[in-house]
Structures are given as structure tokens and as C-alpha cells.
């Protein structure tokens, strides 16, 4: 089964950057793919989608202009980024990468529009 590994997670102080990685087969070469993040006792939340192309991203409206999504396409790899500026300590949370079915190459923003995930990252802004 196709697999998404994250790394780059940590702690940080608030206004602090971080960059999160998300790996995943070149099979995913043609999915949309995004970033979601789950706090204890909250719903899983969009972050960031970006489509199979990078032409097409989407924001939460918390991270709007603090946080940048892109990828690389590789022949065997994808790689997804998520750059994330001016942490607060509400971006607190574990990150998880998300890639939709290969036929789905468009952003999207709810989970259930996502196949395969990843077994995410905590992120930790101390105030």
C-alpha cells in the first residue's frame, strides 16, 4: 500500500519558522495533495492544499499568509512542503500529508476527499 511519511516537526517559539516534508511514491504524481492538523480533543482541519501540478494551492484562512505549500514531482517521489512562518502556539498541533486517488489531481479541502495519509507530525509553538 502506498505510504506518506512526514518529518520536520519540533518545538518552537512563537513567530518561529518550521518547514514540514511529506515523501510519497511517484504514483502520486498526479493527485491533489494537502496538509490537515489535529489538535487533542478537535476534528482533524484543513491546512493547505496544493494541486497535482503546484499550479493551484488553497488556505485555511488561519494560515493564509504565514504558511506556503508546494511540491516536487519526481520520477519515483513526490514531495510535498509546508513552509510555515510566524508560528503562533493555536498552529499546535500534529500535521498530517494527505494525497488524493491519482485520477483526482485538483485541491481539495475535506478530508474524506483524501486516500491515503500519512502518521503525521507533532508541531509545538511555546508562547
Known amino acids: 500500500q502506498a505510504q506518506l511519511e512526514e518529518s520536520g516537526g519540533g518545538l518552537v517559539q512563537a513567530g518561529d519558522s518550521l518547514s514540514l516534508s511529506c515523501v510519497g511514491p511517484?504514483?502520486?504524481?498526479?493527485?491533489?495533495m494537502g496538509w490537515f492538523r489535529q489538535a487533542p480533543g478537535k476534528e482533524r482541519e484543513f491546512v493547505a492544499g496544493?494541486?497535482?501540478?503546484?499550479?493551484?494551492?488553497?488556505?485555511a484562512d488561519s494560515v493564509n499568509g504565514r504558511f506556503t505549500i508546494s511540491r516536487h514531482n519526481a520520477l519515483n517521489t513526490v514531495t510535498v512542503y509546508l513552509q510555515m512562518n510566524s508560528l503562533k502556539p493555536e498552529d499546535t498541533s500534529v500535521y498530517y500529508c494527505?494525497?488524493?486517488?491519482?485520477?483526482?489531481?485538483?485541491?481539495?479541502?475535506?478530508?474524506?476527499?483524501?486516500?491515503?495519509w500519512g502518521q503525521g507530525t507533532q508541531v509545538t509553538v511555546s508562547s
Open positions: 494527505a494525497a488524493r486517488d491519482p485520477m483526482r489531481p485538483t485541491v481539495a479541502t475535506r478530508p474524506s476527499e483524501y486516500d491515503t
Open positions: 511517484g504514483t502520486f504524481g498526479t493527485s491533489g
Open positions: 496544493i494541486s497535482w501540478s503546484g499550479s493551484s494551492t488553497d488556505y
